[in-house]
Structure formats: C-alpha cells, structure tokens
C-alpha cells in the first residue's frame, strides 16, 4: 500500500471518524449516543470496515446457500426462490434441521454487514459495500436466482478441512505452533489444482452426486465461520474504543455458534448412508480414534499462551502476530477455498487494503486530541 494511500485514509478518519461528532442522517438515538461517549481510533475504525467487507462476503455466500437449501421466506433478502429439493433433501440427510441453520446464519451475517456499516456511518466513517464485485455467475439450478450475480464463486472450492483436527489436537495450538501442519479430515478436497462445488451448479438428479455437493457444502460451512470464530476475538486484541470493542465480542460469539453447528453437522457426513457419497472421498472411521468420532464436537484442552500452564479449551487460533493470524491471513484463506475464483484484480485490491489497514490496527492506551 502507498504511503499516500495512507495519508489520504488517515487525513480522512483525523477530520471525520475520528472526531466522533458528525453524525449521519437519520442516525438513531441509540448510536448517537454510543458516538458522545466513543472515540474510535483510525485503527478501530480500520478494523470495523474490514469486518464490513467480510460480512458482506459471507453474506453473498451464505445467500446462494439458502436460495437452494435453506427455508424459503421473506426474512432474508431475495427470498423465497422456491430452494432446490434434491439439495435440499441431501442437506437434510445429515440433519433434518439444516435447512433452518442454513437461514438463521445467512440471516445473522446480513445483520453483521447492515449494524456495521451503520455503526460506521454514525461515527462519521465511511461504510463498505462491495456490490460493484458483484459479477460473477451463479449456480443456474433450480431454486437459485439465476439472474443475480454474485461476489463469491462456490463452485470452484478447494475446502481445507483442518479446521476439524486443528479444533481436536491436545497439543498443538497454531498460536504456539505456527510451522505445524494439522491434517486434513478430508484431504480429497484439499489438494492443489482440484475443485469442487458445494452448491449444484445446474439441476442434478444423480442422488450420490447431490449427497457430495451437500457433504461439501457441510466442511466448507465450519471452515468459513471457524475463519469468523478466530478472527473477531485476534482484532479485538488491537481495538482501542471501548465501544468497538464491546461490538466485536459482541458478534464473535455468535460466529463461534455457527462453528460449532457446523461441525456436529459435517460429523454426520462421516456416518452411513452418506460416508461414500463423495465420489472420490472415502473414510476410515473405525480405525482414526477421535480424529474423525463425528459427536466429538467441543474444543479439546490445548497449550496456551506458554506450556508451561496446564492446557485449556480455546479458540484456536487467536494470536497478537498477524503472521499468524488476522485480516490478511483471513482473506488469504478465502482466496485459497477458490471463494473468489473469477473476480477482478480491482477486488483483490480493495480487499487487501481493508485487510493491512486492519492488521496495522494497534491497541492505544492514550489518544491524541
């Protein structure tokens, strides 16, 4: 980023975030009273607005989701498609509330994207909205809005699926253990260069070909909102206004109650009649031990901070160092899933300024007037 890039952002949030006074219009009582009592820095204010951008992506995402699979109603913008039923049905076959999860979380990240940016306008900072890297085709099914183009591609994904290990290691913690390798659960979706959709990218009837899609569909679930689980609780370590930080641990729990039911659903992916539904992913249950036990769901006790205290249940990782872990390392993540295979280099520039203006964020203990 250009150290002129920076000076205009930063002259920008001096003369307007920063002041905590210039309301917008039609602001509620409620954030114009958060704003007398708040005075974010331009690292807190760089931080909401990456979150901004990530919830507007999860909410593309989390929307072609529930077009197919989710409950068709008006709560959630641009529904009721009509969802489509084999994918639906196969979703099911893991849960028979899947359909239900797959609303309450793509509503729950449209909330995030709306509060956010209006928090952000309130204190006279600038909102995010990424609709002009709306472009990319959708899934032409039944069900889908075939018309609507979209920000993120889930056609094309390559899933890591540590996240499943990385969660059920006793001792490793990617905080205090950044070179290790935790494995893939399932290492068929994870190689280099080989794709899979975790929607229908057309109508299918082939009942074993859905049950793939869907089981997909389920590991790319945890891994997208394990990402939202670290993620809030690293950049609420930089955050200096108390109210922005009340905001984030606020919100990141309840991405951390979308992982959790995201991986009891994956688990049942593992069990008959859907453990050979993948195609060319097949699994070994009986002789993995807890590594791939599909109702072992909760955080195992892991080192932390230094192992030299007994180990603890954590979320995993949330690391100071943004080498580690923090904005970039997040949108690195989703660049790899193949989320946004097809978008412009224009996105991928944007996206990266908003990810080192968040990670550059630091945690100030005295602000300047």
């Known amino acids: 980023m250009t150290d002129e890039h920076h000076a205009d952002r930063r002259s920008f949030l001096r003369t307007g975030a920063l002041a905590g006074t210039a309301l917008a219009a039609g602001t509620s009582g409620a954030f114009a009273q958060l704003v007398d009592s708040s005075r974010p820095t331009q690292g807190d204010v760089a ?3 990456f979150l901004s951008a990530i919830e507007q992506i999860e909410s593309d995402l989390w929307q072609q989701y ?5 409950v068709q109603d008006s709560e959630i913008p641009g529904l009721p498609t009509g969802g489509n039923t084999p994918y639906t049905n196969a979703l099911n076959n893991l849960d028979a509330d899947m359909s239900q999860y797959i609303h309450d979380n793509t509503e729950d990240e449209f909330s995030h994207h709306a509060f956010l940016n209006e928090y952000l306008e309130s204190i006279g900072a600038k909102p995010v909205d990424l609709s002009k890297f709306a472009t990319l085709k959708g899934s032409q099914a039944t069900g889908a809005n075939k018309n609507k183009l979209r ?3 889930l056609m094309q994904l390559t899933v890591d699926t540590s996240w499943w290990t990385r969660y059920r290691s006793r001792d490793k913690n990617p905080d205090l253990d950044p070179s290790f390798v935790f494995p893939q659960v399932v290492p068929s979706l994870f190689i280099k260069g080989k794709t899979h959709p975790a929607i229908p990218p057309t109508d299918i009837t082939d009942t074993t070909h859905i049950q793939a899609i869907a089981n997909t569909a389920a590991f790319h679930f945890g891994f997208i909102e394990q990402g939202g689980t670290s993620l809030y609780p690293t950049l609420a370590l930089r955050v200096t206004d108390p109210v922005v930080l009340r905001i ?3 919100i990141g729990p309840t991405e951390t109650m979308h992982f959790q039911t995201w991986h009891d659903k994956a ?3 593992f069990s008959p009649p859907n453990n050979v539904t993948f195609g060319d992913l097949t699994f070994n249950v009986s002789t993995s031990g807890e590594d791939l ?3 072992l769901i909760m955080p195992e006790p892991c080192p932390f ?3 030299k205290f007994p180990v603890v249940s954590v979320i995993r990782p949330v ?3 943004t080498s580690i872990f923090g904005a970039m390392a997040a949108v690195q993540g989703f660049t790899d899933d193949g989320l946004f295979t097809g978008q412009s280099s224009e996105f991928f520039k944007k996206l990266h300024d908003l990810a080192e203006d968040a990670d550059e964020a630091t945690r100030k203990c005295h602000r300047e007037d």
């Open 47 to 49: 931080i909401l607005q």
């Open 66 to 70: 529930a077009e197919l699979g989710g």
């Open 151 to 153: 920000i993120t591609n």
């Open 248 to 250: 984030l641990l606020s």
């Open 267 to 269: 688990g049942n992916a």
């Open 293 to 295: 036990q599909p109702n």
């Open 305 to 307: 901070l230094n192992r």
């Open 319 to 321: 690391s100071i160092s």
